[in-house]
């Protein structure tokens, strides 16, 4: 069938709309409220959309509306669709960073703002110098939620669960150290598995855990260790140590800082601890997006 022959009139770009809405957030109230419609105009949206498919492509389940597998199968062309449209069609301004006079809002998990944060400040001022920069700590658990309320731009750090809404690049994988006070414990041969569970710990824990994989190994092994303090900011961490017979396991960039600033020492921990990978998370919707194209690269630079 030729462009020409096609019924287009049955054809409306606001369901296609819709449909995004409905896909992203499985709840029609909500896909209203964000598409800033109401219920039940987003109701009527998805019997037509329904009629046009020839097909439920939500079905409701508990709370919420299920995408169907023709819905799963529509939607990254749908996406692909709507992004044309804004970004090809709607959208005539190059962006150019030096003349940029907006907000990049960049979402860190404490780990990665306290490593990275001045050096994007300094990159992103120095090729977009009229630019604010907002960093806003974000976690694996609300990383989501986070980047819609904030607009953020980018999302770095740890975050192993991808949602379906964004893509990742992977940066870097870290590999964690342990780092103590060498007046306080002996760490210049380093630690046997049995010394190393004899001293105290402190943990460095994004949700307030007193444990970790650690504590499963040394039980495989027969040994415990005694965590007496967990908190989720690394420059507690460092403070912590200082002139205390404490032990931390953190990732070997933050060591590398802490052993410059506070005088601490960092040895290779005696029993295995996963390396885990630094990635780049942005809203696939932002794909070809110039000034998310020219942020996305120049983080990369930064950090990789």
């Not at 709309?17 to 409905?22: G, H």
């Not at 109230?29 to 019997?47: D, G, R, T």
């Not at 449209?85 to 990049?104: D, K, N, R």
């Not at 974000?138 to 980018?154: F, M």
Request: charged share 20%.
């Amino acid at each position: 069938m030729s462009f020409a022959d096609f019924q287009w009139r049955n054809i409306d770009l606001n369901l296609l709309v819709s449909f995004a809405y409905l896909y992203r957030y499985e709840s029609v109230s909500v896909a209203a409220e964000k598409n800033c419609v109401s219920q039940s105009a987003m109701s009527h949206s998805l019997a037509r959309l329904r009629t046009l498919f020839d097909d439920p492509l939500f079905e409701r389940k508990g709370h919420k509306m299920v995408p169907t597998e023709r819905a799963h199968m529509l939607s990254p062309t749908i996406t692909q669709i709507l992004a044309s449209v804004t970004h090809e069609l709607l959208t005539t301004a190059t962006f150019e960073p030096s003349l940029y006079q907006g907000v990049c809002r960049i979402g860190l998990t404490d780990y990665a703002e306290f490593i990275f944060a001045p050096l994007i400040y300094d990159a992103i001022r120095q090729q977009a110098p009229n630019a604010q920069v907002s960093f806003i700590n974000v976690n694996r658990s609300n990383y989501v939620t986070l980047a819609e309320q904030e607009k953020l731009d980018v999302v770095i750090g740890s975050i192993p669960t991808l949602d379906s809404a964004f893509h990742c690049e992977y940066l870097y994988t870290e590999r964690h150290v342990c780092i103590a006070d060498p007046k306080m414990v002996e760490i210049e041969s380093g630690l046997t598995v049995s010394q190393f569970a004899g001293v105290e710990h402190a943990l460095v824990s994004p949700d307030g855990q007193l444990s970790t994989q650690v504590d499963k190994v040394l039980q495989d092994q027969g040994m415990s260790r005694k965590v007496t303090v967990a908190t989720r900011n690394f420059l507690t961490i460092q403070s912590l140590l200082k002139q205390r017979r404490l032990i931390a396991i953190v990732p070997q960039k933050m060591a590398e800082i802490a052993c410059q600033s506070h005088g601490l020492g960092r040895f290779s921990p005696p029993i295995t601890v996963p390396d885990f990978d630094i990635s780049m998370l942005w809203f696939s919707r932002k794909e070809r997006d110039d000034k998310s194209i020219w942020l996305r690269q120049l983080l990369k630079a930064v950090i990789s």
